[in-house]
């Protein structure tokens, strides 16, 4: 059986991943800061698909969560088949009144762990002639955005550096995914300050839908996947208007 590694397993699109893998027939290894919650996750694995997760409860927003991770995973001696980028979050909000603690907190999360675990996990997936990484960023990572502007910027880092590592590690028989959500029904509005933005998450797309989603991108090895047809079209038509225009209309999406 194959092994998953999947960061920020504890709930929405992280914990919609972790299921789908067990359907897929993966062993799950649940990575998360909330041990109660990644156990439920694990309960339910065993439950529905009789497959035995592993459970690690850390914060993976601390500049020494990667190794520490890495330390437990050969403890526990994991051969990883698929490293799941997922675990990060936003800060929305002037930038320059902004907590600095938690935008430290935040890139460390989004990009700092994130790097790591792909320089960490991928030398024995290209030893071994096979792998997958599929790296979680968002339609955010396609433009400026004003009042979102370092989450933007983190999920920017993540795509570039995921098709740039796609191209490393593609003849060695290791594939990189880079997925974009646009806005999706989990806790991340609440934890990113936008519990009032009904218009962005009202319709948005379920997390088990996004989740099928990235697990289908991965399995096509495709370099990038950008959810939903609507995401699909802004962005290949931000080609076409006018950067500052671009910036304009985000700003007032996200100050809305």
């Known amino acids: 059986m194959k092994t998953a590694l999947i960061t920020g397993a504890s ?5 919609e991943l972790a299921l789908v893998f067990a359907e897929k027939n993966y062993r799950p290894v649940l990575v998360a800061r909330r041990k109660s919650m990644l156990e439920l996750v694990a309960e339910d694995i065993k439950t529905n698909f009789d497959i035995e997760p592993i459970v690690i409860a850390l914060d993976l927003s601390k500049p020494d969560s990667a190794e520490k991770l890495m330390a437990q995973i050969k403890k ?3 051969y990883i088949d698929v490293l799941v980028n997922n ?10 009144e902004g907590d600095i603690g938690k935008i430290e907190s935040m890139m460390n999360l989004n990009m700092l762990t994130l790097t790591k675990l792909c320089r960490f ?3 024995q997936m290209a030893e071994n002639g096979f792998g997958h990484i599929l790296n979680i960023a968002s339609t955010a990572a ?5 009042y979102f502007a370092a989450y933007a910027a983190t999920k920017a880092y993540v795509l570039q550096f995921s098709e740039a590592i796609a191209y490393e590690l593609k003849h060695l028989g290791v594939y990189v995914t880079a997925v974009c959500p646009g806005p999706t029904q ?27 989603f990235a697990f289908e991108a991965m399995m096509k090895r495709k370099t990038i996947a950008i959810y ?3 995401n699909r079209f802004l962005a290949f038509m931000q080609r076409f208007a006018p950067r500052k225009l ?3 209309v985000a700003a007032k999406m996200m100050k809305n």
Do not use: C, W, Y
């Not at 709930?11 to 914990?15: D, K, M």
């Not at 675990?87 to 320059?96: E, K, L, M, Q, S």
């Not at 509005?189 to 379920?206: C, I, N, V, W, Y």
């Open 87 to 96: 675990a990060g979050f936003g800060d929305n909000g002037v930038f320059h």
């Open 186 to 212: 989990s806790e991340f509005q609440e934890r990113a300050g936008m519990s009032d933005s009904t218009k962005l998450f009202d319709k948005a797309p379920l997390s088990f839908m996004v989740a099928e």
């Open 76 to 78: 526990e001696n994991l």
């Open 246 to 248: 671009i910036i304009s």
């Open 142 to 146: 396609l433009q400026p955005i004003p």
């Open 121 to 123: 996990i991928a030398p």
């Open 11 to 15: 709930s929405g699109i992280g914990r």
């Open 228 to 230: 939903g047809s609507n």
